[in-house]
């Protein structure tokens, strides 16, 4: 058994292994090491082992360096899952081995494992920062509709009834439109348009994006990923008219609707952190909370690296933030993010 790096000659290989292992996900896949390259410029290394001239085992990883938030390598950024993908535990252990041994090389602080399960519980970890949240998707569209808490179908209804229309963009224009304002809300940085471009070009008709608006106006927009029988509705956002019209709302069913027809068994609603304002919309559809473990071998680092907003030394940055012009923010945005993974 040797560990390698992947290569170009290696992708379909890749996508092949990626496409029929239980334990892989979308974040798995080749793709992102084009989109981590080429929308930030930051260097990937795809790890697989491969015995015989077949691939046994994988582990996507990139290096993010900045100044002000540390250097890490990690699996993978920017993604909610990551981690070794492998046929047996021997397999697993030399991917990590080698990317310990990278993470030396490169002298960065950490290496970050972004597993949904527990994998090493020694291991210095995130266990109750983040959850994600996935449901089943029923086959019959009425009991999609029915299956959401009444509350929470008393808004998707109202969405419905306030004249909203959804519409299958083939650009991220008004996405990134959409996002930008709603995260300048929030106070933090924005991805730049050129992310979400790179996104869409390298995964193709395996990312759509989905625009609400309500008598022209842009009400919402989101991006979502699919992969075998799963929909992830990833990157969203929405305009002030989003919360007048229950925008959100809407989007994210229009999203559900879609995929019940043509298919998919589940929806994804993707990665939250505890008791924020996300993870209480999530919980209002009725999607039960389910852990992820982010674990760590330091190398440099003296303890888990915290970049997250809710970390209190950030919380002046977020004020200040909130308070630039949204042109402003588009403009250095980009320059920020792309540095936190």
């Given at each position: 058994?040797?560990?390698?790096?992947?290569?170009?000659?290696d992708?379909?290989?890749?996508?092949?292994y990626?496409?029929?292992?239980?334990?892989?996900?979308f974040?798995?896949?080749?793709g992102?090491r084009?989109?981590?390259?080429?929308?930030?410029g930051?260097?990937a290394?795809?790890?697989?082992?491969?015995?015989?001239?077949?691939?046994?085992?994988?582990?996507?990883?990139?290096?993010?360096?900045?100044?002000?938030?540390?250097?890490?390598?990690?699996?993978?950024?920017?993604?909610?899952?990551?981690g070794?993908?492998?046929?047996?535990?021997?397999?697993?252990?030399?991917?990590?081995?080698k990317?310990?041994?990278?993470?030396?090389?490169?002298?960065?602080?950490?290496?970050?494992?972004?597993?949904?399960q527990?994998?090493?519980?020694?291991?210095?970890?995130?266990?109750?920062?983040?959850?994600?949240?996935k449901?089943e998707?029923?086959p019959?569209?009425?009991?999609?509709?029915?299956?959401i808490p009444?509350?929470?179908?008393?808004?998707?209804?109202?969405g419905i009834q306030?004249?909203?229309?959804?519409?299958?963009?083939?650009?991220?224009d008004?996405?990134?439109?959409?996002?930008?304002?709603?995260?300048?809300?929030?106070?933090?940085?924005?991805?730049?348009?050129?992310y979400?471009?790179?996104?869409?070009q390298?995964?193709?008709d395996?990312?759509?994006?989905?625009?609400?608006?309500?008598?022209?106006?842009?009400v919402?927009?989101?991006?979502?990923?699919?992969f075998?029988?799963?929909?992830?509705?990833?990157?969203?956002?929405?305009?002030?008219?989003?919360?007048?019209?229950?925008?959100?709302?809407?989007?994210?069913?229009?999203?559900?609707?879609?995929a019940c027809?043509?298919?998919y068994?589940?929806?994804?609603?993707?990665?939250?952190?505890?008791?924020?304002?996300?993870?209480?919309?999530?919980?209002?559809?009725?999607f039960?909370?389910?852990p992820?473990?982010?674990?760590?071998?330091?190398?440099?680092?003296?303890?888990?690296p915290?970049?997250?907003?809710?970390?209190?030394?950030?919380?002046m940055?977020?004020?200040?933030?909130?308070k630039?012009?949204?042109?402003l923010?588009?403009?250095?945005?980009?320059?920020?993010?792309?540095?936190?993974?």
């Amino acid at each position: 058994m040797e560990v390698k790096t992947l290569t170009d000659q290696d992708v379909e290989r890749w996508e092949a292994y990626v496409a029929q292992a239980p334990a892989a996900t979308f974040f798995h896949r080749a793709g992102w090491r084009t989109v981590l390259e080429q929308a930030f410029g930051h260097r990937a290394y795809f790890l697989y082992a491969e015995e015989q001239g077949k691939i046994v085992g994988i582990l996507p990883l990139a290096a993010i360096r900045s100044r002000i938030f540390g250097d890490y390598l990690g699996s993978t950024p920017f993604c909610v899952y990551g981690g070794v993908v492998s046929d047996r535990d021997d397999v697993q252990q030399a991917l990590e081995d080698k990317a310990v041994e990278l993470a030396r090389e490169l002298k960065v602080g950490s290496l970050e494992i972004r597993n949904q399960q527990p994998v090493h519980q020694d291991w210095p970890a995130k266990r109750e920062l983040y959850v994600t949240f996935k449901k089943e998707i029923d086959p019959d569209l009425e009991k999609n509709m029915s299956n959401i808490p009444r509350k929470q179908r008393a808004m998707v209804r109202k969405g419905i009834q306030a004249g909203l229309e959804s519409h299958w963009d083939q650009n991220v224009d008004r996405l990134h439109d959409a996002y930008s304002q709603s995260v300048h809300a929030l106070g933090t940085p924005v991805f730049s348009k050129k992310y979400f471009e790179v996104l869409q070009q390298v995964f193709a008709d395996d990312c759509r994006v989905l625009t609400v608006t309500h008598e022209g106006k842009l009400v919402a927009s989101v991006m979502n990923f699919y992969f075998r029988d799963q929909v992830l509705p990833y990157y969203g956002g929405g305009t002030p008219l989003a919360r007048e019209t229950k925008g959100n709302d809407f989007m994210y069913w229009e999203v559900m609707r879609d995929a019940c027809e043509r298919g998919y068994k589940v929806f994804d609603y993707g990665r939250s952190k505890v008791n924020t304002g996300a993870y209480s919309f999530k919980k209002n559809w009725g999607f039960e909370p389910q852990p992820l473990h982010y674990e760590y071998v330091l190398i440099n680092d003296q303890q888990v690296p915290d970049v997250s907003p809710a970390n209190p030394k950030y919380a002046m940055f977020i004020k200040i933030w909130q308070k630039l012009p949204l042109g402003l923010t588009r403009i250095i945005g980009p320059h920020i993010v792309k540095n936190l993974g």
